[in-house]
């Protein structure tokens, strides 16, 4: 087909970043963690779901998955050209690839999150934070770019440069063609995702999801970070919380690996993302195993959970 005749559904992802004049090393490394995500699914659909007999930092079992989709990940980016830094969640250590950062990106990643229900075959993902430079222990929002791949019936891709947050769709021929560009997200949301054990909820966050179900709000959570928070993006309706629980005051999920990039994404689609007292991306990490409570999607009802968890502190 003609250029002329293209319609926006065949603009795949390599010509949307140049057309947004993003640099070109950072469009070669969202292109290579694009192609990295085709390993990826290949596993995912036809490798073994069993653990790998080891266990991350974390003390959390691997599977063999996890140390696949690591592996195909860390590859592809130190071979990449113009990456710095790699830190893996699966791994003990930042990878340093080049000492000379100088026009070089540094990438954190969760290379297979929710691997805990790959093996009843819900959705999963890949999480991507990148930064300029070699230093990853950054506020979040020095983040230049971030991205999720879902693999769930559809394997999708969401990215944002700090212009929009865009989303593709993995093709027949395993490319990735533009599905929906500047999504946005409401001021209100009409479902919620709460994560963690309810019985450990503080009286805050009691009221705060009761205050959720007065207005209407459905509860949609499946267990994983990536469908779940690519429902709060793409319905644009919706926000998701995995709280400080009593005796857990940082929640589970971690800063560099899953908040940051998520919440990146959700401020640049008009969303808000919170830990509850400020915004996630204002936090400077103390280090790379930061975690952090998270209140992420629609603003009104981030900053209601904010205004709830302020009043029980006074
Ligand atoms: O990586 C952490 C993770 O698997 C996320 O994908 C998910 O949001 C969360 O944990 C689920 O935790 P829980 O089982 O405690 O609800
Ligand atoms: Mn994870």
Redesign the pocket.
Known sequence: MSERGKTKFQIDLRRHLRERNVAPDLVHLICEIAEASKYIINSIRTGDLGVAGTSNLYGEQQLALDVLADRILTKRLQHSGVVGNVLSEEADDIICVSNNCNGLYSVAF?PL?????VNVNLAVGTIVSIFGGCNLLRPGREQVAAMYILYGPRTTLMYSTGEGVHEFGMNQLMEYTLLQENITIDQQANLYSP???RNLFTPAIEEYVQKLEEKGCKLRYS????P?INQVLIKGKGVFL?PHLQGKPNG??RLSF?LNPMAFLVEQAGGAASDGHGPILDRVPEGKDDRAPIFIGCKEDVAMAEDIIRRYEE
């Open positions: 969760d999150d929710g691997s805990s229900i994560g963690g054990l267990g994983g970070f990536v779940d995995y589970k999920l899953e």
